[in-house]
């Protein structure tokens, strides 16, 4: 499965004998998925839709982040619920030297405010955004599952208070209002705000876009690649599995957990900065614990931990339910004669029931990793065994009495 | 000589040790009043230190103060009842109900219909008001009942996010149904006392208020009561103690997870009517906020700990009323009123720093 | 008590309390290099307590301890273990999901240094590094007799291969003491008897191994020196033929352990 994405991904995880049959079948695959990736812009655009375009090109951004949570949630098994104020920070960054808002607040920086090319704010983004990450990782090492859960869910919304707030004493957020005239990304004169024409054929701008955040999300899987199947990914999967037994093999679980936190986060401050480039408007209401939860849910439902799961998580999460925003208005006229339900709230409530539905079927999500499904199959197949049975009631007895002691009347 | 390593500090022993009788491995844990007393003893030092220097500290006037601990109390004690719904399924199952914050809206929505209905019907407003509390308890266990039965008890083996995924969709269907029903406006909740407030040392309190604090009390302590002195509160510690044994010991899990769902949201029903009542607004997102708040201060006190949430939400409340009230004079005007979410989390995040498992929970020692 | 010129590990007067509860009293321990020191006595006599103490895992209230001269007390358990302590533990802590081989390589980690960059950019020195790793946890695992199980879930193992496998993995972290909590707790005669040989196998080449195990047998005929606890405080010490005879000993062990004992 992960052989999909890069062929030559190292032994560790796949079969130890991976015979050149499938090794040709995944080169294949991957040529395959790269061709549709390349055309499918073309294929929207041919049909004369621009809003589809956006949501591809929102899509791959919404596949960056997801994959950043991935890191911290599907890897290193800390629950995030507050991943959307990483990507918020990237997108203020990027707002805020690329665009003439900075000038009202400080005149001395001239009438058009910064305007910093892309090349420095986009590492920059990644950087803060990172330190960010940092900043939430550090008091919370400590914590265990829920309490931090709740403590980055509160750090979440400290982070949007004062993107609220903060247009004084200083204007720097310029408060609910957002900020405006974002620049577009720039290489040198070339903009991708505007459509290009290359003789006969003009590109509009969402497909400039779609192509250069398939190359960046591309980057960001092979990054995600690498890193799980580095020393670092095995660390973080000790840490998820066992912290005590990490920490006692010899892993200095403070520094590894910080990395997972800067790592997921940088990864979520590229797509913010992205995201305010395209949108050239950004506001606090981008970045509501909603947000949050929403890329959370694409990493469960796809398959926490695995990369190919949380990019079809996530294409799933961003793809139907504009689906249904723009079909179930005009079905239901076909189908009763009249609308019935507003599609806006048919929509959430199909994506909830759509939630509940997929973890009670899927419990480990719609595509999860080789081991999992292995370990369902065998499940499956030695059900009578008495040793799986054993099994599983010492995890039931082991996870009881952990939680035994953190409950008391 | 004693035998001294029975203490749950202890890595479990292997083997159990033969002069146990069974029927005592049932956990029954009194109230440990020392305990209780250390813990209590510094927050209301701390408390009072608060109480006496603030006023000062910002030349306010003591009736704002005064004003401002009204406020927080009955807030925090709204906050207090839902967060026994947080925190009695979170002793139980480990499982964070985030669907809970819905249910106490859908308490308000229905308790609102309720009364609207009485008085267009020419009841009598107390009758009224008390049909449509009894109402909303009602469908609201029902509710409760249907989360846990569709929505947790098949994840129950499950990966540990799935039911947290659950609750969440969960969560999103209530919302859109409430939205569908009752529309998306802001809904007027009828005033239900019209008498002018009291006047105390210049702070001003509602007979609403002071009802709203009596009657949280009152359910809070017949809810102790309940689950230290009766059968089934014992069946349900027991739950929460090691749901495996406690079900060798004849204690049908299954039953105790469903009732204690049921009687988180008759409490979560009964704070929704009065948050509603104490704004005179309900509406369908109303429930968000206030569940995510009900769940920091059920953190706060130390999830899985009834007293521990008790004390949490009349902490948030405070907090939250204190912090609007005088966090721009402290700040010198930089900071307004509408930083107080900010002031409550951070209140949060500080405490878990210093004490990881909140202020009441029990320490846990890590298991090797 | 003076320091043997022999010991790699030395343990002064270890104090450890939960609560009132007084769970290592003055303790002191000294492990020699090569041997095969044992750590018995009864239940919750202070065994675990004193390795976790050891290990980081608890912090000791008081006392010291040094390994190859290195203070260990007070250090955190991923640095005790960097400088050569490694453990396994009673109620087995394996990464359950993850594959037999996996747990092994993660043991590696203490002892190799590629980071995020290396990581990302696979350079040179990564891959060569990555390679060491697999080819080394690969050795590990055919010589504790896991190799046929490489890719299977830790938790699908038998528990006596789990607790194999628990030693492959602190094994992985070249440690020169192996502290084994219980590691023939639920095995079988044949799979103890094979666990048996690999520690006998692993002294003979020069590792250092302290051994909390309740099978008198196996500690018998495996210790060199035995330590004995009970209440939290050393009763005895010596070699297992002294400690069989210390009517001390004898006297804890009074009730069904004696019969263990003296068989």
Redesign the interface.
């Known amino acids: 499965m992960m052989l999909s994405f890069t062929p030559d991904t190292s032994s560790a995880r796949s079969p130890a004998h991976s015979s050149a049959h499938s090794r040709r079948n995944a080169i294949l695959g991957s040529a395959l998925l790269a061709l549709a990736v390349l055309v499918l812009p073309i294929l929207i655009s041919a049909s004369g839709s621009m809003t589809w375009l956006r949501i591809a090109d929102i899509a791959l951004l919404y596949i960056m982040l997801a994959l950043g949570l991935n890191i911290v ?1 599907g890897f290193a098994g800390l ?1 995030d619920l507050g991943y959307i104020a990483f990507f918020a920070v990237g997108a203020y960054v990027w707002a805020l030297l690329s665009s003439p808002h900075l000038a009202q607040a400080f005149p001395a920086l001239g009438p058009e405010g910064l305007h910093w090319p892309m090349w420095v704010i986009l590492p920059l983004g990644a950087c803060i955004a990172g330190l960010f990450g940092v900043l939430l990782g550090a ?2 090492l ?6 931090l ?3 980055t ?3 979440g ?2 982070v949007r ?2 993107m ?2 903060l247009n004084q ?1 200083i204007n720097l957020t310029n408060g609910p209002q957002g900020i405006t005239r974002i620049n577009p990304v720039m290489f040198g004169q070339f903009s991708f705000g505007k459509s290009v024409t290359f003789g006969s054929i003009t590109v509009p701008s969402l497909m400039l876009y779609y192509y250069l955040f398939a190359a960046l999300a591309v980057l960001i899987v092979v990054a995600s690649i690498r890193l799980q199947d580095s020393r670092i990914g095995r660390a973080w999967e000790a840490i998820r599995e066992d912290e ?1 037994a990490a920490r006692a093999i010899g892993i200095n679980t403070r520094n590894i957990k910080l990395l997972a936190f800067a790592m997921g986060a940088s990864f979520g401050g590229v797509a913010g900065g992205l995201f305010a480039s395209l949108q050239g408007f950004i506001s606090p209401e981008s970045f509501g ?1 909603m947000d949050s ?1 929403c890329v ?2 694409m990493v ?2 796809g398959g ?1 931990g695995h990369i190919p799961g949380v990019i079809l998580g996530t294409l799933l999460l961003t793809g139907l339910p504009e689906a249904l925003r723009h079909w179930a208005g005009p079905a239901q006229q076909a189908l009763l004669g009249k609308v019935v ?2 599609p806006e ?1 048919l929509r ?2 199909l ?6 539905l ?3 079927f899927r ?2 999500g719609l595509w999860p990793s080789s081991t999992r499904q292995r370990e369902l199959e065998e499940l499956a197949d030695t059900l009578p065994d008495d040793e799986n049975d054993n099994d ?1 009631d010492d995890d ?2 082991d ?11 | ?1 004693c ?3 029975a ?9 159990q ?1 033969p002069d146990k009788p069974g029927i005592n491995a049932l ?1 029954v ?1 009194r109230p440990n009043v020392v305990k209780l007393r250390e813990q209590l003893i510094p927050l209301i030092i701390d408390l009072a230190v608060v109480l006496v220097f603030l006023p000062n500290a910002t030349n306010s006037r003591m009736d704002i103060f005064l004003q401002q601990i009204v406020n927080g109390l009955v807030l925090g004690s709204i906050y207090a009842l839902v967060a026994l719904g947080y925190t009695m399924v ?3 199952l ?1 499982l ?1 109900n985030f669907a809970h914050g819905e249910v106490v809206m859908v308490g308000a929505m229905v308790a609102l219909s309720v009364i609207n209905f009485g008085l267009a019907n020419g009841w009598p407003l107390p009758l009224a008001v008390l049909l449509a509390t009894a109402s909303a308890m009602l469908c609201c266990m029902a509710l409760g009942w249907l989360i846990e039965r ?2 947790y008890r ?2 129950r ?10 609750a ?6 209530l ?3 409430m ?2 029903i009752w529309g998306s406006t802001y809904r007027p909740f009828p005033a239900l006392f019209n008498s002018e407030p009291h006047v105390v040392l210049g702070a001003s309190i509602t007979d609403l208020q002071i009802l709203i604090i009596v009657l949280a009390a009152a359910t809070m302590g017949g809810l102790m009561l309940l ?2 002195r009766t059968r089934f ?1 014992r069946a ?2 027991a739950t ?5 044994i406690a079900t060798l010991m004849g204690v049908n899990t299954n039953r105790v997870i469903a009732l204690t769902f049921m009687l988180g949201s008759a409490l979560g029903a009964l704070a929704g009517v009065m948050v509603s009542a104490n704004y005179a607004i309900a509406h369908f997102s109303m429930g968000f906020m206030l569940g ?1 708040k009900a ?2 201060a059920a ?1 706060l006190g130390g ?4 007293a521990g949430a008790v004390v949490g939400g009349l902490l948030l409340g405070l907090i939250e009323a204190l912090c609007s009230g005088y966090i721009s004079d402290l700040t010198g005007g ?3 009123s ?2 107080r ?2 002031f409550a ?2 209140v ?2 500080l405490v ?2 210093f004490r ?3 202020l009441m ?2 320490k ?5 | 008590m003076s320091a043997h010129p022999d010991a790699l590990l030395l343990a002064r007067n270890i104090s450890k309390s ?6 290592l009293h003055n303790v002191s321990l000294d492990i020699l290099r090569g041997e095969i020191h044992g750590l018995i006595g009864p ?2 006599a202070g065994k ?2 004193l ?2 103490t050891l290990t980081g ?2 912090e000791a209230d008081q006392g010291h301890a040094t390994l190859n001269g290195e203070r260990i007390l007070g250090r955190k358990p991923n640095e005790i273990c960097q400088l050569g302590l490694a453990r396994t ?3 087995l802590r394996l990464f359950q999901n993850l594959s037999v081989l996996e747990n092994v390589m993660i043991g590696r980690h203490v002892r190799t240094h590629t980071g995020v960059v290396g990581a990302l950019l696979r350079t040179a020195r990564a891959k060569r590094e990555e390679q060491e790793i697999a080819e080394r946890a690969q050795r590990l695992l055919a010589k504790t007799g896991l190799l046929k199980h490489a890719n299977t879930l830790a938790k699908h193992l038998s528990y006596g291969d789990q607790r194999r496998l628990e030693i492959a993995r602190a094994l992985a972290t070249d440690p020169v003491l192996l502290a084994l909590d ?1 590691p023939a ?1 639920g095995m079988n005669a044949t799979e103890t008897e094979s666990l048996k040989a690999l520690l006998l196998q692993l002294r003979d080449e020069g590792l250092t191994l302290l051994l909390i195990e309740h099978d008198m047998h196996l500690v018998m005929q495996l210790c060199n020196r035995l330590t004995v606890l009970e ?1 939290g405080r050393k009763i005895a010490e010596g070699s297992p033929h002294e400690v069989q005879n210390n009517p001390r000993v004898i006297a804890a062990y009074l009730g069904t352990a004696h019969e263990e004992v003296t068989s």
């Open positions: 949630v629950l008091p919370t400590r914590l265990r599952g829920d309490y859960a709740i403590v869910l509160g750090f919304e400290i208070i004062f609220n707030n004493p005590i614990l939860i959370l849910c469960v439902l926490m339900i507003d709230a959430m409530l994506f909830g029931v759509a939630l509940v997929v973890m009670q419990p480990a599983d039931d007895d996870e009881a009495s952990q939680r035994s002691k953190e409950v008391r009347s | 000589m035998r001294p390593y203490t749950p500090l202890h890595p479990p022993l292997l083997y040790k956990p844990k979170y002793g139980l480990g964070i569709v929505g098949p994840l083996h499950a990966p540990r996010l799935a039911p947290l995924i659950s969440i969709g969960i969560s999103i269907i919302q859109q149904l939205m569908l689950v230290q509160g349900m510690r929460a103690e090691n749901p495996a995510l769940f920091t953190v999830i899985g700990n009834l930089m900071f307004g509408n930083y979410d900010v989390f951070l949060l995040i878990l720093i990881p498992s909140g929970g029990e846990v020692a890590e298991r090797a | 939960f609560g009132g509860v007084q769970a239940n919750g675990t307590s390795f976790n895992l608890y533990f009673q109620n219980e707790a209440y």
